[in-house]
C-alpha cells in the first residue's frame, strides 16, 4: 500500500476531496487493474443505473438509501471527470466552476436584478435564457435538442411542453384522448399485414397519442408506466401463488383457465 492510500485508510469522515483522491488512486500507476481499464463508454450504463437507482430510492421514501446512491452518483462524475483529467481537457473542478456559473446565469432574480413573481416566470426565464447559451433560435431546434437517450415517454413528454408553448397542442386532454381511437384503428389494420415497419411506425404514433393525453391530464407517463408493471407483478405473483396452492404448475394451465385466475385476483383488490 503506498503511502497516499494508507493515509486515506480508517477515517470516520471524508470530504469530496478524497473521493477524488481515491478515484486518483485507482486509476494511477499501481492502482486497481479495472479501474485503470475503464473509459467514458465502458462506465456509460453504470451512470445510468446508479441515477435510475437513486430515483427509485426516492419514490420508495427510502433517505437512508438515497444518501448511499447519490454518492454512487457523485463517483460516476468524478470518474467520467477524473478520465479527462488524464486526458487533458477538464477536471472535476471544471465541471464544478462551469455548473456554478450556469447557476448564477440562470438565476438573473437572484444574482441579478431580474423579477419574477412565480416558478412559472423562473422557468420561463430558465428556458429564455439556456436557448440563448445554446444559440437555439426556432422550435424546431429546441425539439430536436431533447436528449436521443431520455426514456422514450419522457422525451415524447417533454416534445409535447415545448411544442405547447408556441401554441402548437390539443386543446384539451378530451381531443388528445380522440385520437388514440384513432390511431388504434390504424394499428388494427397493419396487424395481420406483415409490414412490420409500418406496423411499428403506427405503434409508435400510439403510443406519443397516450403520453400527450397523460400530459394534458397532468399525468406523467413514465411513472404511470411504471407502476401499471410494479402493479402486473404483483398481480402475477398472486396468480402463480393460486396455481401453486392448487397444486399445479402455470405451463398445465391454459391461457383462458390462467386469465380468469387473473380476474378473481384483480376483482379482490
Known amino acids: 500500500m503506498n503511502e497516499k492510500a494508507k493515509a486515506l485508510c480508517g477515517r470516520d469522515r471524508y470530504t469530496f476531496d478524497d473521493l477524488c483522491e481515491i478515484i486518483k488512486i485507482l486509476r494511477g500507476e499501481g492502482g486497481c487493474p479495472w479501474d485503470r ?12 443505473e446508479e441515477t435510475y437507482e437513486a430515483v427509485e430510492s426516492i419514490d420508495n421514501g427510502d ?12 463517483l460516476q462524475v468524478v470518474f467520467h471527470s477524473e478520465i479527462e483529467r488524464e486526458n487533458g481537457t477538464f ?8 455548473e456554478c456559473k450556469k447557476m448564477i446565469t440562470r438565476h438573473p432574480h437572484i444574482f441579478g436584478e431580474a423579477k419574477v413573481q412565480t416558478s412559472a416566470d423562473v422557468l420561463d ?20 435538442s431533447v436528449s436521443s437517450s431520455l426514456p422514450a415517454l419522457m422525451k415524447a413528454d ?13 386543446a384539451s386532454a378530451d381531443e388528445a384522448f380522440s385520437k388514440i381511437s384513432e390511431e388504434t384503428a390504424e394499428v388494427g389494420e397493419l396487424m395481420d399485414g406483415g409490414d412490420s415497419d409500418r406496423l411499428e411506425e403506427e405503434i409508435g404514433d400510439l403510443l ?13 407517463s413514465e411513472h404511470a408506466l411504471a407502476r401499471a408493471c410494479d402493479k402486473y407483478c404483483d398481480r402475477f405473483e398472486r396468480v402463480e401463488r393460486a396455481v401453486t396452492e392448487s397444486g399445479k404448475s402455470m405451463t398445465e394451465l391454459d391461457m383462458t383457465e390462467l386469465d380468469a385466475i387473473w380476474n378473481k385476483v384483480k376483482h379482490k383488490e
Open 37 to 48: 481499464e475503464q473509459t467514458h463508454e465502458s462506465i456509460r450504463n453504470s451512470l445510468i
Open 208 to 220: 406519443l397519442a397516450v403520453v400527450n393525453t397523460a400530459r394534458l391530464c397532468g399525468i406523467d
Open 91 to 98: 477536471d472535476v473542478g471544471d465541471v464544478i466552476t462551469g
Open 63 to 74: 433517505m437512508t438509501l438515497l444518501c448511499e446512491e447519490l454518492g454512487d452518483v457523485m
Open 125 to 144: 426565464a430558465w428556458d429564455k435564457i439556456k436557448s440563448e447559451e445554446k444559440k437555439r433560435r426556432t422550435t424546431t431546434e429546441k425539439l430536436r
Open 158 to 170: 417533454k416534445l409535447g411542453e415545448i411544442s405547447k408553448k408556441v401554441g402548437f397542442d390539443f
